[in-house]
């Protein structure tokens, strides 16, 4: 049998289909799995050893199309749901299998703070998706693999943090999924333990800001490390703290202690920590404002908040999180 899974963004939504990729590999002696998604996500799964075969969108889609004809697939399983994939389907002319993205459920959550979601996790979702194939959850948790050949040496750290740190993502795809800059400040403050900034090159900057008011404690990891360098960054931390994004969701593949911190996006939309079924104890805390009537606003994020107000992280409880991350620290 020969699956084509289909997924073109992003890191987090990624790396949500790994437990259903994992179980087709598994579970159906001799499958054949092929995996389509952008270029730019390459690195999330270019490691991943339950895919035997790596296929990216093109800018003319009718090229990928072509070249995906030239293979002979059983099914097509679309985890992404979009015009796009639905030409892919009806090109293909095989059967296809497309999970439930439950757009009018997330519309009114965010328009009309109306819940009728599910209480259903996007990834349990995905691999509801494969149950005619006779795939079931194997409750082992999300996946992400860095290739073997890249490492990460401990002297790319300062000494001081070389015995352990928490690993801080103050990078988000949004502004208002992200803490501001003086809230950011006061949370390290308040962390008794070294801290790791994790982000992209486009966070470096307000790392530096973050960083300066202890660079002692505080080193800012930002546009310094590759996507896999600053998952082994996580991978090594005694625990994490971050917004909705997708180190969060690469961080409980390590099955890291997290706290994540929300603000246009919730819990609400079935997207919050994952772990394997065995997972004991408190793994994980959600830092949200309680009882805001304009939260979730957005499904992804925005560039601004829509309200103006920004309560959503202006009214954040520092103390909390710095208190659950130190705690979460210690139990390492």
Not at 32 to 59: G, Q, W
Not at 186 to 200: E, M
Request: include cysteine.
């Amino acid at each position: 049998m020969r699956l084509l899974f289909i997924r073109f963004s992003s890191i987090g939504d990624i790396v949500f289909t790994t437990p259903a990729i994992r179980a087709a590999k598994q579970q159906l002696p001799g499958v054949e799995i092929h995996f389509l998604t952008k270029p730019s996500m390459k690195a999330v799964t270019e490691a991943n050893p339950y895919i035997d075969h790596f296929h990216y969108l093109e800018r003319d889609l009718s090229a990928t199309i072509t070249a995906l004809q030239s293979i002979n697939f059983d099914y097509v399983i679309d985890l992404h749901k979009n015009f796009r994939t639905f030409k892919i389907k009806r090109a293909l002319g095989v059967p296809a299998l497309t999970y439930k993205k439950l757009t009018w459920q997330k519309f009114l959550l965010t328009n009309l703070h109306w819940n009728f979601m599910p209480t259903r996790h996007i990834t349990d979702r995905c691999l509801d998706t494969l149950a005619p194939l006779g795939i079931v959850n194997d409750g082992k948790g999300l996946d992400y693999f860095v290739p073997a050949n890249i490492q990460l040496s401990p002297s790319v750290l300062p000494a001081s943090h070389r015995d352990g740190y928490i690993a801080l993502v103050i990078g988000a795809s949004f502004a208002s999924k992200k803490l501001p800059i003086q809230q950011l400040q006061a949370l390290c403050a308040q962390l008794n333990y070294p801290v790791v900034l994790v982000g992209g090159k486009e966070d470096a900057a307000e790392g530096e800001e973050v960083a300066a008011i202890d660079k002692g404690k505080i080193f800012n990891a930002c546009g310094k490390f590759s996507l896999h360098e600053s998952a082994l960054i996580v991978e090594q931390s005694k625990t994490v703290i971050s917004h909705d994004t997708g180190f969060l969701y690469i961080a409980c593949a390590y099955h890291k202690k997290i706290v994540a911190i929300w603000g246009a996006t919730s819990p609400a939309l079935q997207v919050e920590p994952y772990y394997p079924s065995d997972s004991e104890g408190e793994l994980y805390y959600n830092a949200i404002v309680p009882n805001l009537p304009c939260q979730p606003c957005s499904n992804y994020g925005t560039k601004k908040c829509p309200q103006g107000h920004f309560a959503c992280m202006r009214q954040q409880n520092i103390s909390a999180i710095a208190a659950k991350a130190n705690r979460f620290y210690e139990e390492v």
